[in-house]
């Protein structure tokens, strides 16, 4: 069965720390890992992954991949009240890239 | 980036009676889209797979013929709710996987439908 399991699953940082979030994944013909944020509503994309090693950056969010250990972690550095959401780690697979969600982590940065 | 769009946002209806929700690429051909159910502070759960022009591939415990998905074009699908109960109030959750030729593809998610079932 494929599952996904994220660490932690709550964090509570103050304005400008640095968090990371952790990704493990057992996924059957696995295709690509993505990261979303999601807050009120439905999870907005952030990043897809399909090699290992090669960090993805956009702004303060940077992600990598390491397919030989099933890892991927997400970077937030200097975080603001606006990173709060919870983020899933999200990895696909199969022939018709099925997403398999976990708990996510819930971010929460105080002023 | 590729915009995916629901429609409605949120319905209210009474029980018995049947909802149809849209879900549309915008700038973007989809060959697969997903229809997710999100119930308060759960992960989503995936209801069914659905490739344009054929029939969609509904997940375990999914009852077919009560959650219609029709996936007429590579820019739209609907799914409707047919004979709504409470029990079916949820938040309904569609997503749209980019046509990349040999590639995994994005897949980016529309802003949700909230379904009320009276």
């Known amino acids: 069965e494929d599952k996904v399991v994220q660490s932690p699953l709550s964090l509570v940082v103050h304005e400008g720390d640095t968090v990371t979030l952790n990704c493990s994944y057992e996924v059957t013909n696995f295709r690509s890992l993505l990261w979303y944020k999601q807050e009120k509503k439905a999870p907005t994309f952030l990043f897809m992954l399909t090699s290992s090693g090669i960090e993805k950056k956009s702004g303060r969010l940077s992600s990598i991949l390491d397919k030989k250990e099933l890892f991927s972690i997400l970077n937030i550095t200097a975080t603001q009240t606006g990173d709060s959401a919870v983020y899933l780690c999200?990895?696909?697979?199969?022939?018709?890239?099925?997403?398999?969600f976990g708990k996510g982590t819930l971010l929460t940065v105080n002023p | 980036g590729a915009v995916v769009s629901q429609h409605p946002s949120w319905v209210i209806c009474k029980s018995g009676t049947s909802v149809k929700i849209e879900c549309r690429s915008l700038?973007?051909?989809?060959?697969?889209m997903f229809w997710y159910r999100q119930f308060p502070k759960q992960s989503l759960m995936l209801m069914a797979t659905s490739n344009e022009g054929s029939k969609a591939t509904y997940e375990q415990g999914v009852e077919k013929d009560k959650f219609l998905i029709n996936h007429a074009s590579l820019t739209l699908s609907t799914l409707t709710v047919t004979s709504a109960h409470p029990e079916d109030s949820s938040f309904y959750i569609c997503?749209?996987?980019?046509?990349?030729?040999?590639?995994?593809?994005?897949?980016?998610f529309g802003p949700g439908t909230r379904l009320t079932v009276l």
């Open positions: 999200v990895p696909s697979g199969g022939s018709n890239y099925k997403l398999t």
């Open positions: 700038d973007f051909q989809a060959t697969t």
């Open positions: 997503s749209a996987r980019v046509r990349l030729a040999g590639g995994p593809g994005e897949q980016f």
